[in-house]
């Protein structure tokens, strides 16, 4: 299986096609398979690049600690930048959706000489700011506990999904209560990557993505209309928009 080590977590991946490369970071409670390949971006992409989908800590094939520790924002983006050097790519394309976005902002915050172009999906203000201390609270309880009977909508929600994928619920609870602190919006205007933001107009989980993408300097804002947070990934307008931004990235 093709994986490498990132300070003691097995990452795994996988490869399609040729050319510049693109790498992609799931959404939370998903893996490669579930967020890029059964949508078809996997096969899409590799008709013009060198596609390399990861299997995010916690998640799919990859390593599952139990420590909320092992979910830091920061660690959770040194396992792209360690996949770049692991297949010696100096620079790539990027693109994350959800929580797969919100590691895709850290590694260009914290390397952008790294990205060549990033895509931001399914992300709004709602991910890079500070966040509801209960309702993660109420979300960590549910995927923890024997039953979801008696637990909030959204949060039954979350825990629902991640069954659906077969996921390890102690894994994702220990992700879900990792450090993920707000962006200042200072620290947003300083993005001179060229950015994209994409999400659905039916999208109520994130917060406002037009306001994201406004706070980023020449950041584009694509809206999906009548997609929300779960079937954005396959809209149609969404890989055209993406195949036309990557393509016109600079080298």
């Known amino acids: 299986m093709?994986?490498?080590?990132?300070?003691?977590?097995?990452?795994?991946?996988?490869?399609?096609?040729?050319?510049?490369?693109?790498v992609l970071v799931h959404g939370f409670a998903a893996d490669l398979n579930a967020n890029w390949?059964?949508?078809?971006?996997?096969?899409?992409?590799?008709?013009?690049?060198?596609?390399?989908?990861?299997?995010?800590?916690?998640?799919?094939?990859?390593?599952?600690?139990?420590?909320?520790?092992?979910?830091?924002?920061?660690?959770?983006?040194?396992d792209v930048i360690r996949l770049l050097d692991h297949l010696n790519l100096e620079r790539?394309?990027?693109?994350?959706?959800?929580?797969?976005?919100?590691?895709?902002?850290?590694?260009?915050?914290?390397?952008?000489?790294?990205?060549?172009?990033?895509?931001l999906g399914g992300i709004g203000l709602g991910l890079v700011g500070a966040e509801d201390a209960r309702g993660r609270e109420q979300i960590v309880k549910a995927l923890l506990a024997p039953s979801i009977e008696n637990a909030p909508p959204t949060a039954s929600a979350f825990r629902e999904f991640a069954e659906a994928n077969r996921n390890d619920l102690k894994a994702l609870a220990a992700c879900f209560a990792g450090d993920r602190p707000a962006v200042d919006r200072a620290v947003l205007a300083s993005i001179r990557v060229p950015t994209m933001v994409v999400i659905g107009s039916k999208d109520t989980l994130v917060g406002r993505a037009d306001e994201?993408?406004?706070?980023?300097?020449?950041?584009?804002?694509?809206?999906?209309?009548?997609?929300?947070?779960?079937?954005?990934?396959?809209?149609?307008?969404?890989?055209?928009?993406?195949?036309?931004?990557?393509?016109?990235?600079?080298?």
């Open 37 to 78: 390949k059964v949508p078809g971006w996997i096969d899409l992409l590799a008709q013009s690049w060198r596609v390399i989908a990861m299997d995010c800590r916690g998640h799919g094939r990859s390593g599952k600690p139990y420590d909320p520790k092992a979910y830091s924002i920061e660690a959770r983006a040194l």
């Open 212 to 251: 994201l993408a406004a706070g980023i300097t020449g950041a584009e804002l694509v809206t999906l209309e009548g997609r929300d947070h779960l079937t954005a990934p396959a809209s149609r307008l969404y890989k055209e928009s993406v195949l036309r931004f990557f393509a016109a990235a600079p080298a």
């Open 92 to 119: 790539t394309l990027l693109m994350g959706y959800s929580m797969g976005a919100r590691i895709s902002l850290e590694v260009v915050l914290g390397y952008p000489t790294r990205i060549r172009a990033v895509v």
């Open 2 to 22: 093709p994986t490498f080590d990132s300070m003691g977590v097995p990452i795994y991946f996988e490869e399609k096609g040729a050319g510049p490369s693109v």
